[in-house]
């Protein structure tokens, strides 16, 4: 099946710095990535849907001038956390929808921030 | 407003019994729900999808069912092995909605024993 890949799969940052996720799909083409956060037994939320050569479209709530999404290719969506707190401390996780028609969406294995 | 619910409590079964895990929402129209496994620490994966004029879904030992004038989404696991355990996740794409946005439900936790 299609592959997701994420970068890193964990880091811990310091409060008031920048983190940037990489998300790619290895073996197939995605104009469109969406990232998600989950906290400890939570389910996933949607933060953004990530769009290849235009603006990311934000879900209610999450601050966009935080957490910044460049999808530059067809391949690469990348989340950049920035000025991080404690509070963003989190499960990243990006997904992209395979295009086969069968609307099924493919995860990264997820990116473990911790802020200190 | 919107809700999509799943047994928050965690479902404990032997191994070899069919595992029933349940998906219910309110105030959404869905174009189509999807079930998803996900193991700690990393991301969910596609298993089933049913569309809003289907009844019911098989792949090998999983079936899912799709009522939507119950509003319910039923997930079987037959002849449950302790691979099975995971936690399953419902998620939902709504009519008219962007085609591939999905809403999470809270998901479940299965435990099969030996």
């Known amino acids: 099946g299609a592959v997701v890949s994420q970068h890193p799969s964990w880091v811990i940052c310091k409060s008031g710095t920048s983190v940037k996720i990489e998300c790619r799909s290895l073996d197939f083409q995605a104009t469109t990535m969406f990232w998600y956060r989950q906290f400890p037994k939570q389910s996933l939320m949607l933060m953004a849907t990530?769009?290849?050569?235009?603006?990311?479209?934000?879900e209610q709530g999450v601050e966009k001038d935080k957490f910044l999404i460049n999808h530059a290719s067809l391949t690469l969506s990348t989340l950049t956390v920035t000025s991080a707190h404690p509070e963003d401390s989190s499960f990243y996780i990006c997904s992209a929808p395979w295009r086969g028609g069968s609307y099924e969406q493919y995860f990264g294995p997820g990116t473990r921030l911790t802020v200190t | 407003s919107q809700k999509i619910e799943q047994n928050s409590e965690a479902l404990n079964i032997q191994e070899g019994k069919t595992a029933t895990l349940t998906c219910n929402y309110t105030?959404?129209?869905?174009?189509?729900l999807q079930w998803y496994r996900q193991d700690p620490g990393r991301g969910p994966v596609f298993l089933l999808l049913?569309?809003?004029?289907?009844k019911e879904k098989r792949k090998e030992r999983l079936k899912v069912t799709f009522d939507t004038t119950l509003k319910q989404s039923l997930f079987h696991i037959t002849a449950s092995q302790p691979a099975d355990s995971a936690t399953y996740l419902c998620?939902?794409?709504?009519?008219?909605?962007?085609?591939?946005?999905?809403?999470f439900g809270t998901g479940t936790r299965l435990q099969v024993t030996l």
């Open positions: 990530s769009n290849e050569g235009s603006k990311a479209t934000y």
């Open positions: 998620a939902l794409v709504a009519r008219g909605g962007t085609a591939s946005k999905l809403t």
């Open positions: 049913i569309r809003e004029n289907e």
């Open positions: 105030n959404y129209s869905p174009a189509y």
